[in-house]
C-alpha cells in the first residue's frame, strides 16, 4: 500500500482545491470539504461523496440550511493507487478527479455526464 500521511493526504486535497478555477469557486456556496479515513461499510471502494443539494435544486426554501458537505476518503484512494502500481503522482492525480468530480456534484451535473467529460 502505498503510504501517506494523514496530513499529506489532506494537503493533497487542498491543492486539488486551490487549482479548481476562482470563477467557479466563487460560485459555490454553503459547502464543506473534509477528509474522511473510510467510506461507509456499504461502499468500501468509494473515493468520494457529495452530500447536500446541489445548486441547480435550491430554491427559495433553502436558506439556513446546514453546510453541504464533500467527502473525500484516504483509505480507497491510496489502495486503489497501488493496486494500479502507482505512485504520489497518481494519488495526486485521484485526489484532484475526485475533487472535482464532487464538485460538480455541487454545480448538479451527474455521473453520467462526468464519466462523458472524464471525471468518472
Do not use: K
Not at 500521511?5 to 473534509?34: K, Q
Not at 471502494?45 to 446546514?66: H, M, Q, S
Not at 493496486?83 to 454545480?107: C, K, P, Q, S
Amino acid at each position: 500500500m502505498l503510504q501517506m500521511t494523514r496530513e499529506e493526504f489532506e494537503g493533497l486535497v487542498s491543492e486539488a482545491l486551490d487549482r479548481v478555477p476562482p470563477e467557479l469557486t466563487r460560485l459555490m456556496d454553503n459547502v464543506a470539504v473534509f477528509v474522511e479515513d473510510e467510506p461507509p461499510a456499504e461502499d468500501p471502494e468509494l473515493l468520494g461523496l457529495y452530500e447536500g443539494i446541489p445548486l441547480t435544486e435550491r430554491g427559495e426554501w433553502y436558506a439556513g440550511a446546514l453546510p453541504d458537505r464533500i467527502l473525500v476518503f484516504m483509505g480507497p484512494t491510496l489502495r486503489m493507487c497501488a493496486r494500479e502500481g502507482g505512485d504520489r503522482e497518481m494519488v495526486v492525480e485521484e485526489v484532484e478527479i475526485t475533487v472535482v468530480h464532487e464538485i460538480a456534484h455541487h454545480f448538479g451535473i451527474d455521473d453520467a455526464r462526468l464519466h462523458d467529460l472524464g471525471y468518472g
